[in-house]
C-alpha cells in the first residue's frame, strides 16, 4: 500500500463521515394545507364510498337510489350485501330480487353496479357476561365483504360507509372480526325512531339484532336516520311513463306498485343522507344510555348529547334526493334502450 | 425520471458530443489580432498587405484593439530590404519576432513573402489557440514558446516552425531568422461569468422537477466561486381523491469549485423557501418552509467561442430542513432526506 492509496482512502472516509454527519443534523417540519368539510351536516357525504346492506329488494327504492346515485354524482356503489330477516327470511328469494335489480340497472346502461352477495348469519347473542369481545362472530360474507371493501378504498379523510337498510348483525360481525374496522367505517342506519329524549333503535330494524345495535352504537361511528318520508311520492303512477324504455325503466314500472306504503319501510332515506347534503334538516348528537340487557328486544336508546358520539337525523327534505332521482334516470346513459 | 427529464439528458449529451471539432473550428477562425504596418513608400500599402492576409486566410484576421499585436515593418537600407514581423502581447512586450532581410529593392516582393509567413503563424496561433484554451488557457502557459521568449538570444536562430520553412519555398533568396510567435500568457485576475440554464431535480416532488437559474461567478486558473438563483416550476402531489399539494422551490445558491481543466468538482450549500397550498380541498391552506441543502456538485464545461460557454452539470443534496405536507392532517409529501439535479447552463465570460 503506498502513500497516495491511503490518502485517497482517508479522504473517502472523511468525506462519507462528513456526510453522514450532515445528514443526520437536519430538522423536520410538517405543515397542514387543507381540510375537507362534509358537505352536509353529517360526517360523511357523497365523495364516499358505500356498501349498500339490506334484505329484501321490493319494498322500498334504497337500491334503485343507490344505483342511481353512483351514476350520477355518487357516492359510489362499492358493495352490495343482501342478509335476511323477520319479514323477509329467505335468502335465496331475497338475493334473486337483488339480482334482478342489478341485471335491469346493467341492461338500462348503468355502470358502477356490484353483483349481490349473500350473507348468511343469524342474529347475535348477547353473551352471560355481557362483553362485546365475548361474542362470538358469525364471520359471514357480509362482514367479510364490509372488511374487505375497507381495506381498498377506505382512505383517512374518506373512510367507507356502511348504508344499512335491515339489522346491523354484519357490521357488528365485521368488529367481532377485526375490532379495528371502526377506524376505517362510518355506518348510516335507517332505523327506529326519534324520541323527545333522542331515538329508540327500535323498529324499523333496530329490532332485528339487539345485540348487534349495541355493538355497533358503541365501537362505530354511528348515524341514524329516523326521518322518512311518503317513499309512494317518489314514482307516482302518473310519472310511469316518464320512465326510459329500457331494462331499468321496466324493473322500476314493474315494482312501483308494490311498494310499502308505509314510510318507516323507506330505506333509502339512509342513502340519502349519504348522497344528497341537503337532505338531512335537522341532526343531533347523541350517545348511547345504557347497554342493553339479555333478552331485550330493541337496541339501546340514544340521548341527545351535545359530546355524543353518534349522530341522530331527525328532521329530512327528501325533494332534491328524488329530484336527482328522475335526472339520473332521465340522463342519456338511462335513456338508452 | 420522466420524458422531460429524459430529453434534456439526451439533449445534454449529444450536444456535448458534437460541440467539440466544430467548436474548436470556430473558435480558429475567431482569433484575431491587431496590425500595425510601417513600410516605406515604394512597398505595398498597408491595404495592399492587408488584402493578400485576407486571400490567403480566406478571412480579415485583423481587428482593431485585439489583444494579441503584430507589427510588420519593411525598412529601406542601402540596396536591401530589412523586413521584420515583430509580435506583442497585450501589455505591449515584445514576445517574438521573424527578420527578413533581403538583397534586393523589390518590397512587393519582400512583402508577400513577409504577408505569407505571418499567415502562416496566424493560422498556427490560431489553431494552437483553438485546443489550448477551453481550460482558460492554463496549457498556454507551460507551452514551449513562453520559453523561447524569455531566451530570446539563445533560441532564436535554432527554432524554426513550419513558416521557415514555407517562407523559403516562397523566396529562396529570403534568408529567415525566427523568434515563434507567442501565444499570450493567462491573465492573472479572474474571469466574470454570467449564465443561465435549466435543471431537473429529483426528491423534491413526487415527480421529477424542472427548475431554471440564473447564476454569476468569478473563476481563477484553478478555483472558481458561484452566486446562483433558482425556481421551480409548481408541482402538485395529489391523494387518491384528486385533492393534493402545489409545492415550488425558490433557491439561493453558493457553490465554490475546484477547476480541473474543463471539470468542475464543487461544494455547494442552498438555502431559500419551498412555497406550497393544498389544492382541490374545501379548506385551502398556503405556507412558506424554509429550506437548506447541502451537498456535492460535478460538472464539465465546453467553451463555445471566445467568451460563451456551455456546461452541464450534477448535483448531489442533502436536505438538512425537511417538511411534511400534510391534507386533513394526513401526509401527503414528505420531502426525502437526499435530492439531486441535472442541468445545463449557457454562460458568458468577460475578461
Known amino acids: 500500500m503506498n502513500a497516495s492509496s491511503s490518502s485517497n482512502r482517508s479522504a473517502a472516509r472523511g468525506v462519507t463521515a462528513l456526510v453522514v454527519a450532515v445528514a443526520g443534523i437536519g430538522c423536520m417540519e410538517t405543515r397542514d394545507l387543507g381540510s375537507t368539510v362534509p358537505h352536509g351536516l353529517l360526517p360523511v357525504d357523497e365523495r364516499n364510498p358505500i356498501v349498500l346492506m339490506n334484505d329484501n329488494a321490493f319494498d322500498n327504492w334504497q337500491g334503485e337510489y343507490a344505483i342511481l346515485f353512483a351514476n350520477g354524482g355518487g357516492p359510489n356503489l362499492v358493495g352490495i350485501v343482501v342478509n335476511t330477516s323477520g319479514p323477509w327470511p329467505d335468502i335465496n328469494a331475497n338475493v334473486a330480487g337483488w339480482r334482478a335489480m342489478v341485471a335491469a340497472a346493467r341492461g338500462g346502461g348503468l355502470r358502477n353496479v356490484p353483483d349481490p352477495i349473500a350473507s348468511i348469519g343469524p342474529p347475535l347473542t348477547r353473551p352471560g357476561d355481557g362483553q362485546f369481545a365475548s361474542t362470538p362472530p358469525n364471520r359471514s360474507e357480509g362482514a367479510r365483504a364490509i372488511l374487505d371493501a375497507a381495506a381498498r378504498l377506505s382512505l383517512p379523510y374518506r373512510p367507507l360507509v356502511v348504508v344499512t337498510g335491515g339489522r346491523l348483525t354484519d357490521v357488528a360481525d365485521a368488529y367481532l372480526m377485526d375490532p379495528t374496522i371502526t377506524d376505517r367505517v362510518v355506518v348510516v342506519s335507517s332505523l327506529g325512531t326519534a324520541t323527545s329524549s333522542g331515538a329508540a333503535m327500535g323498529a324499523p330494524n333496530g329490532e332485528m339484532d339487539p345485540w348487534a345495535d349495541a355493538i355497533v352504537t358503541a365501537r362505530y361511528r354511528f348515524v341514524q336516520v329516523s326521518a322518512f318520508y311518503d317513499q309512494l311520492s317518489d314514482v307516482p303512477g302518473s310519472r310511469v311513463p316518464e320512465l326510459p324504455s329500457n331494462p331499468f325503466g321496466d324493473w322500476i314500472a314493474a315494482k312501483q306498485p308494490n311498494i310499502w306504503n308505509l314510510p318507516q319501510s323507506a330505506d333509502q332515506v339512509a342513502v340519502m343522507a349519504v348522497g344528497t347534503p341537503t337532505f338531512a334538516v335537522a341532526v343531533e348528537r347523541v350517545s348511547v344510555a345504557a347497554l342493553v340487557a339479555r333478552g331485550a328486544t330493541t337496541g339501546p336508546d340514544l340521548v341527545a348529547d351535545p359530546n355524543g358520539p353518534a349522530w341522530l337525523v331527525t328532521q329530512s327534505t327528501s325533494v332534491v334526493a328524488v329530484q336527482r332521482f328522475w335526472q339520473i334516470l332521465g340522463s342519456p346513459a338511462t335513456t338508452a334502450p | ?351
Not at chain 2, 171 to 197: F, K, W
Open chain 2, 1 to 351: 425520471m420522466n420524458d422531460r427529464a429524459g430529453l434534456i439528458v439526451r439533449f445534454g449529451v449529444v450536444f456535448f458530443w458534437a460541440l467539440g471539432p466544430a467548436e474548436a473550428k470556430a473558435r480558429a477562425d475567431a482569433f484575431t489580432v491587431s496590425l500595425e504596418y510601417d513600410a516605406s513608400p515604394e512597398c505595398p500599402d498597408v491595404a495592399a498587405f492587408r488584402a493578400v492576409m485576407i486571400s490567403r486566410l480566406g478571412r480579415d484576421p485583423f481587428r482593431d484593439g485585439a489583444p494579441d499585436r503584430v507589427l510588420v515593418r519593411i525598412t529601406p537600407r542601402r540596396n536591401a530590404l530589412d523586413g521584420r514581423l515583430e509580435w506583442r502581447d497585450v501589455s505591449g512586450r515584445w514576445a517574438g519576432e521573424q527578420t527578413f532581410p533581403l538583397v534586393t529593392t523589390d518590397c512587393v516582393r519582400l512583402a508577400r513573402t513577409m504577408g505569407f509567413a505571418l499567415a502562416v503563424q496566424i493560422q498556427l496561433l490560431a489553431s494552437a489557440r483553438a485546443t489550448s484554451e477551453p481550460d482558460g488557457g492554463a496549457a498556454a502557459t507551460n507551452a514551449p514558446v513562453a520559453v523561447h521568449r524569455d531566451d530570446r538570444a539563445s533560441n532564436r536562430p535554432v527554432t524554426t516552425p513550419p513558416a521557415t520553412a514555407i517562407a523559403s519555398k516562397e523566396s529562396s533568396t529570403v534568408s529567415v531568422v525566427v523568434n515563434p510567435p507567442p501565444i499570450p500568457r493567462q491573465r492573472p485576475g479572474p474571469e466574470l461569468v454570467l449564465g443561465a440554464g435549466p435543471s431537473v431535480g429529483v426528491g423534491m416532488s413526487s415527480t421529477p422537477l424542472l427548475l431554471g437559474r440564473v447564476f454569476g461567478g468569478l473563476v481563477w486558473s484553478h478555483v472558481s466561486i458561484e452566486l446562483g438563483a433558482e425556481v421551480s416550476l409548481p408541482a402538485t402531489t395529489r391523494r387518491a381523491d384528486g385533492a393534493g399539494i402545489f409545492q415550488q422551490q425558490l433557491l439561493l445558491g453558493l457553490a465554490g469549485c475546484a477547476v480541473l481543466t474543463r471539470w468542475r468538482m464543487c461544494l455547494l450549500a442552498n438555502a431559500g423557501a419551498v412555497r406550497m397550498a393544498g389544492e382541490e380541498v374545501d379548506i385551502s391552506r398556503s405556507a412558506m418552509v424554509p429550506v437548506v441543502e447541502a451537498g456535492a456538485r460535478v460538472g464539465a464545461v465546453q467553451p463555445v467561442g471566445r467568451r460563451v460557454f456551455l456546461s452541464a452539470y450534477l448535483d448531489g443534496l442533502i436536505v438538512l430542513s425537511r417538511w411534511t405536507a400534510t391534507l386533513d392532517h394526513v401526509p401527503v409529501w414528505t420531502a426525502p432526506r437526499f435530492a439531486g439535479a441535472l442541468g445545463l447552463d449557457a454562460g458568458v465570460r468577460f475578461p
